[in-house]
């Protein structure tokens, strides 16, 4: 059997697929027609075409922990561009995202992910990113789930990078669990220093049990949150 060989040709198709669910939003954005329902219908079958495409062989583990009556602030490592289309693949559209800031400044793509409920995030400006977070925790008391990757950008080696304090703030703000997800194999599907994607990788998805941030009551904020981050980083890292 030949070896599967990286290609360009399928990292361009997912940019096309990416596009094409973006120009509508912002059309119906300047129509004044966006709707939540519709945003999500795009977003589900745009996972299931970018999985696809990467013949992404997607395998889960612990779907028995989600709580379908649930609202969840949802924590990853992060390792490649996939993993978003991959947890929307796999947990659904009932899903927003806090991303840095640049992202929103790519043409077309980022106006859309402002109209579809996508929450940028300025972590050089402690007041702009205390307002996403704002803008998050209303979204979580609308029942939309929200992801957050804690290592705050991409991970080059696999390994987890030291986690930021802004998601476990919001948890422990809003009084909602975290889900802990592991994601394996992604980063071979698209590492984070490549442009082109090996098809067929096989991604693993792990969910842990939910850990209810509402029980951390012991001691002022800043060991709450440390001891949240601790536990967090605990499942997130066994499920890798």
């Keep these: 059997m030949p070896a599967v060989r990286k290609s360009l040709a399928v990292s361009l198709s997912n940019l096309y697929e990416t596009l094409a669910i973006s120009w509508p939003t912002v059309v119906d954005a300047m129509l ?9 219908a795009r977003l589900a079958a745009w996972s299931k075409k970018i999985v696809g495409h990467a013949r992404m062989d997607v ?17 990853s490592n992060h390792q490649s561009h996939y993993d978003v289309p ?16 640049e992202l929103f400044k790519i043409p077309i793509f980022g106006k859309a992910a402002r109209q579809a409920g996508f929450i940028p995030v300025d972590r050089s400006n402690r007041t702009r990113a205390m307002k ?16 957050i990757a804690p290592e705050g950008t991409r991970s080059r080696t696999g390994d987890l990078l030291p986690f930021k304090k802004g998601g476990f703030t919001l948890a422990l703000d809003a009084g909602l669990p975290i889900l802990p997800i592991s994601i394996q194999g992604t980063r071979i599907a698209l590492p984070a220093s490549d442009v082109r994607s090996l098809p067929d990788a096989k991604v693993r998805v792990t969910i842990s049990p939910p850990i209810e941030a509402r029980h951390y009551t012991e ?22």
């Design 132 to 147: 996403s977070l704002q803008v998050a925790k209303d979204a979580l008391a609308r029942g939309v789930h929200v992801w």
């Design 86 to 101: 991959v947890l929307f693949y796999v947990v659904g559209a009932n899903l927003r995202m806090l991303a840095k800031i």
């Design 59 to 75: 395998s889960v583990t612990g779907r028995e922990n989600i709580d379908p009556g649930a609202t969840y602030v949802l924590m």
């Design 32 to 40: 004044g027609r966006v709707t939540k329902e519709t945003c999500d």
């Design 219 to 240: 001691g002022d904020l800043k060991t709450r949150r440390a001891a949240l981050m601790g536990d967090v980083r605990r499942a997130i890292e066994s499920g890798l």
